[in-house]
């Protein structure tokens, strides 16, 4: 894979993508329609999917293309390719509430090796350099060149003082219980694939998620948390999250900075 190549497509498509979003999102009004899995599905999830798919395509037609709105016309695996998650945090869209964001991954032999997460409605765009270390865009942002990078890494956690983020529209007991076994200075609510970006910038020390996910849901943040130094691990036995599983079903999981110490799950 040429890294140079992805990181710029993968950036400009995230932000291509943002402004179909918008246009949809300040609009007066949109449809919310179900998917078969009962989760809902606006024009904006599909205009920006539609534009991002095409997009890699043309970048890189060799590669494998996984997204979530394609997700029935896929295969059960694969080793290398590229997923997709045009609008994650849908529920958050529909309540205009800006933790929202696009996210493009790249996976490599089950390891999503480069990401870019782009939260529209709050200005920030997170990727991974060629190189693979994790920054955040800051500034007005050009489609064509890059502006001011802030190297991202993860902050060195207190475990008497943690910082946790944890999900705004899927929280339950369970969740709660587990985080109830941490010494919690700050709590705070997020939508979407940002709660790995929060844990990637320092902002959060530890994010838990007792639910159902997919990948397309968190290989983009996923990478761009490991390029700052963080880790995504299974919640039952602790063993790095891989990609390219059948079906696409990610398990329980815990996103966290190294040096939390991470509390075995209950027997």
């Known amino acids: 894979m040429d890294f140079e190549k992805l990181t710029r497509v993968m950036r400009r498509l995230a932000l291509e993508a943002g402004d179909r979003i918008m246009e949809v999102y300040n609009s007066p009004s949109f449809e919310v329609k179900a998917k078969s899995d009962t989760s809902p599905v606006t024009r904006a999830d599909e205009a920006a999917d539609a534009l991002i798919a095409a997009g890699l395509r043309r970048a890189f037609p060799d590669v494998p293309l996984i997204t979530e709105e394609q997700a029935a016309t896929h295969g059960q695996s694969a080793a290398t390719f590229l997923i997709v998650d045009p609008l994650d945090g849908t529920r958050e869209f529909v309540q205009r509430r800006g933790d929202f964001t696009v996210n493009i991954a790249y996976v490599e032999n089950?390891?999503?090796?480069?990401?870019?997460?782009?939260?529209?409605?709050?200005?920030?765009?997170?990727?991974?350099?060629?190189?693979?270390?994790?920054?955040?865009?800051?500034?007005?942002?050009?489609?064509?060149?890059?502006?001011?990078?802030?190297?991202?890494?993860?902050?060195?956690?207190?475990?008497?003082?943690?910082?946790?983020?944890?999900?705004?529209?899927?929280?339950?007991?369970?969740?709660?219980?587990?985080?109830?076994?941490?010494?919690?200075?700050?709590?705070?609510?997020a939508g979407s694939s940002l709660k790995f970006c929060l844990v990637a910038t320092g902002e959060a020390d530890l994010y838990p998620r007792l639910g159902r996910t997919m990948e397309w849901d968190t290989a983009a943040g996923d990478a761009v948390l490991r390029g700052a130094g963080g880790?995504?691990?299974?919640?039952?036995?602790?063993?790095?999250?891989?990609?390219?599983?059948?079906?696409?079903?990610?398990?329980?999981?815990?996103?966290?900075?190294?040096?939390?110490?991470l509390h075995k799950c209950a027997s």
Do not use: C
């Open 110 to 189: 089950g390891v999503p090796l480069r990401g870019a997460v782009y939260a529209p409605a709050l200005g920030r765009l997170f990727y991974t350099r060629a190189d693979g270390r994790s920054v955040e865009e800051t500034g007005i942002f050009d489609k064509a060149v890059a502006g001011p990078l802030r190297l991202l890494a993860v902050a060195a956690p207190d475990n008497a003082a943690l910082r946790v983020v944890a999900s705004k529209s899927h929280r339950d007991p369970a969740t709660d219980d587990y985080i109830a076994r941490y010494a919690v200075k700050d709590m705070t609510s």
């Open 231 to 261: 880790q995504v691990v299974r919640f039952d036995d602790h063993r790095v999250l891989r990609y390219g599983k059948p079906g696409w079903d990610n398990p329980f999981f815990i996103a966290f900075a190294p040096g939390v110490e």
